[in-house]
Structure formats: C-alpha cells, structure tokens
C-alpha cells in the first residue's frame, strides 16, 4: 500500500523448516488479495475431497467433495497442501529490498511519546510508529500487552513429509485429504504435488518428553499406533526421512482470554499465533494468519494514507508537528481498534471449534467411538468447510 515497513526476523535467514500449511478457501482469499495467488496455485494440486476412517474398524466414516460442495459464493471449496519453503520465499520476494532485517531478537519494547523503542539482543535499538507482535506463541509483544501465556493442553503433534524422487512414478495416494480416527489418537495425510505427502500424528502425549527429540522413535511410534488404516499409509510413514519428521507438544489462548484480553494497546497490536495460537485440528492456524494481514494492512493502512494526505510533509512549526503527530497517533489507535474488534470473535470461533473437534476426535473408549464413527464424523468433516467460508477482503 506504499507505506514502508521493517520486519525483525530474530533468525539470521528466513525460516522455511517445517513442512506444509492444509490451505482452505479462506487462505486463498487472502493470498489473492496479497497478488500472489496465482503462482502458488501452480505449484499445489487441488484436493478433491475428505475422506474420514476410523483406525479402529478401518471403514470411512464420512467423505466429502471439496470441489462439488458449494459454499456461500455457489462455488467450490478451493483447498490445496502449500508448502511452507515456497509459500514465505514467494512472500519475501515481494517485499522491497531490506524490508526484513535478520538476527534481531526483540528483547525489550519502551514508550517514547508517540512512538516505540524496541530493543534488540545485538544492543540496537529501533523507533517506531506501530509495532505488530507476529512473533508466535512465545511473542514478547504479547506479554507486553499482558496476554496470558498460550496454555499447553495435553497433545501433542508428530509431523513429517514424505518425498519421491524425480526417477519414481510418485505417491499414488490420489487428490484427497485422509483423516483417520481411533484410540485416542488423530492423523492425516494431505498430498501437496505427485511426488510429495505431507502427514501428522496427533496423540495425548503422556510419553512425548521420551521421544520428542528421536525421529527414529517418532517414526516407529506412528508405525505401531495407526491401527487399521488405509491402503498406502503405511508406505509413506516409511518412504519418509528422519531429517523430515518433527514433533511438538500442543498449546492454545484459552478463547475468552482473547475477547477479554488486550490484543491492541495505544500503536501495538498483535497477529497469527501471537494472537490466537490454536489447536490444528481445523487447519486454520496459516489461513487465519493470513487473514489478519490482510484485515491489519487494510485498518492500519487508511489510517496511515489519511494521515499522509491530511499533513503531508511540511511544518509551519514544532506545535503544528507536535498537533498532526498527535493526531496521526490517534488515527493509528482507531486504526488497530478495528482491526481487533473485528478479530476478536473470529479469533474466538476458532480456537474454540478447532479445541473442541481435537477434544472429540481423540477421545477414547468404545461407546464414545461408536457415537463419533456413525453420528459425529460427518458432522466434523463439514465443519471444515464451514469454518473455511470467510472473506477477508481486498485491501
């Protein structure tokens, strides 16, 4: 939108470890309103549909079309498997030149007037009009404003990537997202392009310190706890290398903490995990990041041009500055006020759908199985989509 900004990376290169992001129609929006789409469209195969299996009896207990469902537009659900790697280098390369500046760890924030100190690990200290927390469940910006800490409830997540190379015929799996159910325990396998399958193990995770840090173990534990899946699951847990498999445990920002809380203070705000760290059972963790970029640019970004506009650069004197950075202070206030009050109750929907999906899909115990596999599959499985029917706008 023509106003400059500066991202503080405390990596010392872009950080593009991790495997995946399940992409819904929502991200899509979000992606297209940034101009970028299109390019990673070509890269990501469209998925046809769900299909949901329990473990235990391994039937399907629920499938579902992506591209025949029709949303509140009348048209198809858009969902792809984008890569993690491609999707922040295609974002960073849009960026002028210097926007992200590397190794710069934010330690410390201060006021100063109008503005922001931030301090950072190398002893530097930077000055700014707003100050956006998108640093993720850890974030300092949100202890700033005195959020609560994300709270770790229990599971944990074990994720890997399978890859075929070039001189294999690839993985055969199809264009659907599995999801499988049973025994306390949820998984999925999403393929991203005809040689690569991203999947995840989810389970209460009693055991998770034991074997966190060995992929050999993790690899081996998936192996022994998926039941009765389908064909071709069992290939690609193994087809998958130990350098691709990662695990951890589970936290979320108990929902009414986040109405309750303060997610903007005066020119600071908070976004994607920072902001609403969630469980990942309806894969909404990337898309709904995406879409407070969006929303955040289009509020801060007409507050911001209004200002640019209204004052221009010229000052007859030091009380004429001192009046239009007030009120420049002030647009930037209102400015982040909307952008929380329209973030807030989506924030709060879906932390509080995607904890309680998670909670009855892993539950445990015969009877409960039953009622999930006949009555509640179905349900779940369209509740992805429905929580996937949002627009976030243009900018």
Same mark, same amino acid.
């Given at each position: 939108?023509?106003?400059r900004s500066l991202v503080l990376e405390s990596s010392d290169s872009l950080r593009v470890t991790g495997f995946a992001f399940l992409t819904w ?17 070509? @890269?990501? $195969?469209?998925? @046809? ?13 629920? @499938?579902? %079309? ?42 410390? /924030? ?14 530097? /200290? ?7 927390? #998108?640093? *993720? ?22 994720? *890997?990537?399978? =890859? ?27 393929? #991203?392009?005809?040689?690569?399958v991203h999947w995840f193990f989810q389970y209460n995770s009693s055991i998770h310190e034991k074997i966190e840090e060995e992929p050999t173990k ?17 290939? /690609?847990? $193994?087809? =998958? ?19 309750? *809380? ?6 600071? #705000? ?12 309806? *894969? ?32 007859? %004197? ?33 932390? =509080? ?10 539950? %445990? ?12 599959s179905p349900y779940l499985a369209g509740m992805l989509l429905k929580k996937a029917e949002f627009d976030c706008g243009k900018l």
């Open positions: 939108m023509g106003l129609a929502n991200g899509w929006k979000a992606l297209d309103a940034l101009g970028i789409g299109d390019s990673i469209r070509q @890269q990501h $195969e469209l998925l @046809q549909g769900l299909v949901a299996t329990s473990t235990i009896s391994g039937l399907p207990t629920a @499938q579902i %079309s992506f591209t025949n469902a029709q949303g509140k537009s009348g048209e198809g659900h858009e969902v792809r498997s984008v890569g993690r790697k491609l999707l922040l280098e295609t974002l960073g390369n849009e960026l002028p030149l210097g926007t992200i500046r590397y190794s710069s760890k934010v330690v410390l /924030i201060e006021e100063d007037g109008y503005s922001k100190l931030v301090h950072l690990a190398d002893g530097s /200290i930077i000055k700014t009009k707003v100050l956006i927390g #998108c640093d *993720g469940v850890n974030s300092v910006v949100a202890k700033w404003l005195g959020l609560p800490e994300p709270t770790f409830i229990g599971r944990a997540t074990i994720r *890997g990537l399978a =890859t075929y190379d070039e001189d294999e015929l690839g993985h055969g799996f199809g264009s659907s997202f599995l999801q499988l159910f049973g025994n306390g325990c949820r998984s999925g396998f999403v393929p #991203c392009n005809k040689k690569t993790l690899k081996q534990f998936v192996l022994n706890n998926l039941g009765k899946p389908p064909k071709g699951v069992i290939s /690609i847990v $193994e087809k =998958t290398g130990l350098e691709s498999i990662i695990s951890s445990p589970l936290r979320t920002r108990w929902p009414w903490k986040v109405l309750r *809380g303060d997610i903007n203070k005066r020119n600071v #705000c908070v976004a994607g995990d920072a902001l609403h760290p969630m469980t990942p059972d309806l *894969g909404q963790g990337a898309c709904s990041a995406l879409e407070d970029g969006v929303v955040l640019a289009r509020c801060l970004g007409q507050a911001l041009l209004m200002s640019r506009e209204q004052t221009g650069s010229i000052f007859d %004197s030091d009380k004429d500055k001192d009046k239009d950075e007030e009120e420049e202070y002030s647009r930037i206030e209102e400015g982040l006020d909307r952008f929380a009050k329209e973030r807030s109750w989506r924030s709060f929907e879906l932390i =509080t759908t995607s904890y309680l999906m998670g909670s009855i899909q892993q539950c %445990s115990g015969k009877v409960f199985n039953i009622i999930r596999d006949k009555f509640l």
